[in-house]
């Protein structure tokens, strides 16, 4: 059996879940996000599903998202990359409560996530050594070239506004697996991909495998593309999840 229930961390309204009676018992640890315009609800399943395989689960809302929402959608659909750095910047306030409050074992951390919550998953392994393992479902590291054509953050038809998407864009080059690699390849890295997805290219995992490959960094890479899949998480997805970090945290 598991617990779940809806908790404050460094701010931020965050589903919690564990296996039932070990809410306060230190155990290992897995940071959700969820996709972009979805919420922790929505993706729940990840956390019942990985509460029952014996991991304590905090999947916060994505600034803008779930309880956090202004109800302004057509002012979010613009914010996409603001979002993905926001997510990304909050995670060491967000590690810090869980250490404070005692609940990860042995440092036993790790990160996950599905769309946006796949990019914010990887742009967190690039800078966050104390992460053990991360997954990243129908993601992408590399977001300064993904922002030309995934929400970009307005359409550019002079030098101005040019100079106003490159201001929004260049905070999150820190964060680029382009210049990366090795952080990103000296822990357990899953990543899983529909073939067929129609809003993040599979194209985009499959350019960091063969990155991590070409340069002899695949060590701990596990890798997983599901043929005739869109852009949604399937059973085999979730369960490939689970293993992965049963195996790994």
């Known amino acids: 059996m598991i617990e779940l229930q809806t908790e404050q961390f460094a701010d931020v309204e965050a589903l919690h879940a564990f296996p039932a009676g070990k809410q306060a018992q230190p155990l290992p640890c897995v940071v959700f996000y969820h996709g972009f315009t979805s919420s922790k609800l929505v993706y729940s399943y ?27 959608v057509q002012h979010r659909l613009g914010q996409f990359w603001q979002i993905l750095r926001g997510n990304i910047e909050e995670f060491a306030a967000l590690r810090d409560a869980l250490e404070h409050r005692k609940l990860i074992e042995g440092q036993r951390l790790a990160v996950g996530g599905a769309s946006m919550g796949g990019m914010t998953a990887l742009g967190i392994m690039t800078h966050h050594p ?24 307005l359409a550019v038809t002079d030098s101005a506004q040019q100079h106003e998407f490159d201001a929004i864009i260049a905070p999150l080059a820190r964060w680029d697996v382009s210049t990366q690699l090795a952080r990103v390849a000296d822990r357990p890295l899953l990543l899983w991909h529909g073939e067929q997805d129609d809003v993040v290219p599979a194209a985009e995992s499959f350019r960091l495998q063969q990155a991590l490959q070409d340069n002899g960094l695949d060590n701990h890479l596990t ?9 949604r998480i399937t059973p085999q997805a979730l369960e490939a999840t689970v293993r992965f970090f049963l195996r790994h945290l």
Do not use: K
Request: charged content about 15%.
């Open 223 to 231: 890798y997983l593309w599901e043929s005739g899949v869109t852009h």
């Open 46 to 72: 990840f956390a019942v599903a990985l509460a029952q395989a014996g991991f304590r689960v905090i999947m916060p809302d994505a600034p803008d998202h779930g309880a956090r929402f202004s109800g302004d």
């Open 130 to 153: 104390e992460v053990r393992c991360v997954a990243s479902l129908m993601g992408s590291g590399y977001f300064t070239t993904l922002a030309r054509t995934l929400f970009p953050p």
